[in-house]
């Protein structure tokens, strides 16, 4: 079994988010990244099918090397081995297409991504992943099984849980009750520091996509009290503030 997993690096969740550049792009000056939460699902996944097989996982991260410290931490949690494209990855489109340039035929039975990055967002590295490669791509998965060539999945859906099978290979994407994620031990720490961690130039791609503004949301209004005595008021500052009714 040889497994690859994909790796997003974000902000922590603590972070103070500020633009530069006139608001188009974000200031990750002094800016601690952490794995991205959904990747660890899908690492842990990974280890928990590949594992007893003896198998393979690496994790991939298209990124430049002050990721480097998130890919270590993916080793001490029990990946085999890392692999890092040495891009800026300005666009959704762009790191699918270096995932997929590098995947194309390295014979992965899978490919786990997250179900989106918690910083953009975007939830399409995915599905645009199984297109290039032209293999099947499930999105948002809560179960997985793997039985020969075949993969058993499940998804929550609307009011209900969906389950269907596909071939191998496949490329899905972790969603939070695919597992609890695995927590590095000393003995997994000390093992990643020296774990081979490749470094690869990017595949010939373009970013397809140019960022005109960024702009945070507006800070939410205080609380105002109005007495329970006094619904009138609430009417006119529902119809005329509010403008609810
Ligand atoms: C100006 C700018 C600079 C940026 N610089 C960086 C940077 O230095 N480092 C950085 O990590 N991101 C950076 N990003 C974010 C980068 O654009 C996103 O990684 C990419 O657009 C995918 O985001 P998404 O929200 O569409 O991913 P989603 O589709 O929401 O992500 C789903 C899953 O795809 C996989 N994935 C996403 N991104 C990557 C990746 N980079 N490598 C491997 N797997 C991935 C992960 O498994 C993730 O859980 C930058 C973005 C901008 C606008």
Not at 129 to 135: E, P, Q, V
């Amino acid at each position: 079994m040889k497994v690859l997993v994909c790796m997003s690096v974000v902000p922590d969740t603590t972070t103070k988010i500020t633009f530069t550049d006139n608001d188009t792009s974000f200031n990750a000056q002094g800016v601690q990244f952490i794995m991205n939460p959904y990747d660890e699902l899908a690492l842990t996944k990974a280890l928990d099918i590949a594992e007893p097989s003896g198998g393979t996982v690496t994790i991939l991260h298209v990124g430049p090397a002050d990721a480097e410290p998130a890919i270590r931490k993916a080793l001490s949690m029990g990946a085999t081995d890392a692999v890092r494209i040495n891009a800026v990855p300005t666009d959704s489109q762009f790191v699918a297409e270096q995932i997929a340039s590098y995947a194309k035929d390295k014979g992965f039975d899978f490919i786990l991504t997250g179900r989106e990055s918690i910083d953009y967002n975007g939830g399409a590295v995915c599905g645009l992943l199984g297109a290039l490669l032209n293999i099947p791509s499930v999105n948002v998965i809560t179960q997985l099984n793997i039985s020969g060539q075949t993969a058993s999945i499940e998804r929550d859906i609307d009011g209900g849980r969906e389950t269907l099978s596909c071939s191998l290979p496949f490329v899905a994407s972790a969603q939070k009750d695919l597992c609890e994620p695995r927590i590095p031990n000393m003995r997994g720490i000390m093992a990643a520091r020296t774990k081979p961690l490749q470094v690869v130039e990017p595949a010939t791609s373009q970013n397809h996509v140019a960022y005109s503004r960024f702009e945070l949301p507006q800070p939410k209004q205080g609380v105002r009290m109005i007495s329970a005595e006094n619904p009138e008021e609430l009417l006119h500052l529902l119809r005329n503030e509010a403008k609810v009714i």
